[in-house]
């Protein structure tokens, strides 16, 4: 830290474009104030939302530093910061901010300020603690930490605190795509026991879903996706069927493996037309949940009949209903048990390396990336 500014030299990954490859850039970090915590983040996993946000479906201003599946160990806290300490291992995971009825009712997921708290790019005056070294300021906050970083600031309460007994490098994708898969199975949709589960996309968030579905006892778990690599593994992790969605009509499909319908769904493609195909392979009072993140505007549509007739319902789910305190050491717990092996999805990079987790993201290559930092 330089004692002239209170400033940190850290480096960066910046989206300056859409479309355009992540520029690994120094950078400078202001302290903690507040509530706020100065974490070393060790690895960062890559989220599809990332790339998402890289490309303006969703408009955060830009030049931006993204990542928000950050995992580290806590440096320095700010003066209001009450139950972490430097050297605590934490999991960063979103904002929220804590006193509107949704948090108050325990659905942070739902902040009614969740969108300028995640993607504002800057806290609530506009304000980034983040610039280039020429002084440049960058766009931060990104799901109040902007972890494609070696350093990061969080706020108290969206740094989870983890056991010190578990790789903490493998840990970051628990605060996003992992904790969304698995609490909208867990927590939104409460998936039964002997019940059946259908996932629309085998990627990171689909295939945590049916890791999930195992934990809670669905006995027909089937996972839908166009890559066949990513199908196969879905069998290793406990799917009963599998269908390649570019070789079968998916409705039919599922009514033959089922019966009658799946009694739950979760669409994360972010497709409207496989969002319409799960709805229609609903059973009658069966569930589907949408996590995946389309571009804003985008419209899907469904006979109002078989929805009202049927007592189906269609249910829109943020990070998986997750309160992070409570649901990151569960997670973290079934783990340990080797109930819920997520470690199998991941493939480790170098932050240098992130455009080339990007494509192979993309790709269907990795499922998912975690960047780690050099050692600093
Ligand atoms: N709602 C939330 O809180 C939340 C949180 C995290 C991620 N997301 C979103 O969830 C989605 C999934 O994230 P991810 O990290 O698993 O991404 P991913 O790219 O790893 O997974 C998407 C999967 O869908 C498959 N797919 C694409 N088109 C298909 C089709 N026509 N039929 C069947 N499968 C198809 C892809 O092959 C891929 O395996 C993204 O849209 C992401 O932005 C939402
Ligand atoms: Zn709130
Ligand atoms: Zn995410």
């Given at each position: 830290?330089?004692?002239?500014?209170?400033?940190?030299?850290?480096?960066?990954?910046?989206?300056?474009?859409a479309?355009?490859?992540?520029?690994?850039?120094?950078?400078?970090?202001?302290?903690p104030?507040?509530?706020?915590?100065?974490?070393?983040?060790?690895?960062?996993?890559?989220?599809?939302?990332?790339?998402?946000?890289r490309?303006?479906?969703?408009?955060?201003?830009?030049?931006a530093?993204?990542g928000?599946?950050?995992?580290?160990?806590?440096?320095?806290?700010?003066?209001n910061?009450?139950d972490l300490?430097?050297?605590?291992?934490?999991?960063?995971?979103y904002?929220?901010?804590?006193?509107?009825?949704?948090?108050?009712?325990?659905?942070?997921?739902?902040?009614?300020?969740?969108?300028?708290?995640?993607?504002?790019?800057?806290?609530?005056?506009?304000?980034?603690?983040?610039?280039?070294?020429?002084?440049?300021?960058?766009?931060?906050?990104?799901?109040?930490?902007?972890?494609?970083?070696?350093?990061?600031l969080?706020?108290?309460?969206?740094?989870?605190?983890?056991?010190?007994?578990?790789?903490?490098?493998?840990?970051?994708?628990?605060?996003?795509?992992?904790?969304?898969?698995?609490?909208?199975?867990i927590?939104?949709?409460?998936?039964?026991?002997?019940?059946?589960?259908?996932?629309?996309?085998?990627?990171?968030?689909?295939?945590?879903?049916?890791?999930?579905?195992?934990v809670?006892?669905?006995?027909?778990?089937?996972?839908?996706?166009?890559?066949?690599?990513?199908?196969?593994?879905?069998?290793?992790l406990?799917?009963?069927?599998?269908?390649?969605?570019?070789?079968?009509?998916?409705?039919?499909?599922?009514?033959?493996?089922?019966?009658?319908?799946?009694?739950?769904?979760l669409?994360?493609t972010?497709?409207?037309?496989?969002?319409?195909?799960?709805?229609?392979?609903?059973?009658?009072?069966?569930?589907i949940?949408?996590?995946?993140?389309?571009?804003?505007?985008?419209?899907?549509?469904?006979?109002?009949?078989?929805?009202?007739?049927?007592?189906?319902?269609?249910?829109?789910?943020v990070?998986?209903?997750?309160?992070?305190?409570?649901?990151?050491?569960?997670?973290?717990r079934?783990?340990?048990?080797?109930?819920?092996p997520f470690?199998?999805?991941?493939?480790?990079?170098?932050?240098?390396?992130?455009?080339?987790?990007?494509e192979?993201?993309?790709?269907g290559?990795?499922?998912?990336?975690?960047?780690?930092?050099?050692?600093?």
């Amino acid at each position: 830290m330089s004692a002239s500014t209170g400033l940190h030299d850290i480096t960066v990954a910046v989206a300056r474009a859409a479309q355009q490859p992540f520029t690994i850039e120094p950078a400078r970090i202001r302290g903690p104030q507040g509530d706020e915590v100065l974490v070393r983040v060790v690895a960062t996993g890559l989220c599809h939302t990332d790339l998402i946000v890289r490309d303006q479906y969703y408009p955060v201003p830009l030049p931006a530093v993204l990542g928000h599946e950050g995992a580290g160990i806590v440096e320095q806290v700010g003066p209001n910061v009450k139950d972490l300490k430097a050297g605590d291992h934490v999991v960063l995971t979103y904002g929220a901010c804590g006193h509107c009825n949704p948090c108050a009712s325990g659905h942070k997921a739902y902040c009614k300020d969740f969108y300028p708290l995640n993607f504002g790019g800057s806290d609530a005056h506009g304000h980034t603690a983040l610039q280039t070294s020429e002084g440049e300021p960058l766009h931060d906050h990104f799901f109040a930490q902007s972890s494609f970083a070696t350093y990061a600031l969080a706020r108290e309460h969206n740094a989870i605190k983890v056991p010190t007994d578990t790789p903490l490098e493998l840990l970051g994708p628990l605060g996003c795509g992992i904790q969304t898969g698995a609490g909208a199975v867990i927590n939104s949709m409460k998936v039964l026991p002997g019940s059946s589960f259908v996932a629309y996309g085998a990627g990171a968030v689909g295939l945590s879903a049916v890791m999930a579905a195992c934990v809670a006892g669905a006995t027909t778990i089937i996972a839908i996706d166009i890559v066949s690599s990513r199908l196969a593994l879905a069998r290793e992790l406990g799917a009963t069927h599998t269908v390649n969605s570019r070789e079968a009509n998916i409705v039919e499909a599922v009514r033959e493996i089922t019966g009658s319908g799946a009694d739950f769904a979760l669409e994360s493609t972010g497709r409207p037309e496989v969002l319409e195909a799960g709805i229609e392979a609903l059973c009658g009072l069966g569930t589907i949940g949408i996590v995946g993140a389309p571009k804003l505007g985008t419209r899907a549509s469904f006979d109002v009949n078989n929805l009202l007739l049927g007592g189906r319902s269609i249910r829109g789910i943020v990070e998986g209903d997750s309160v992070p305190q409570v649901f990151i050491p569960q997670l973290v717990r079934l783990y340990q048990q080797g109930r819920f092996p997520f470690d199998r999805l991941v493939k480790f990079y170098s932050l240098e390396q992130i455009n080339q987790a990007a494509e192979d993201s993309t790709k269907g290559v990795t499922l998912k990336p975690i960047l780690r930092m050099a050692a600093n």
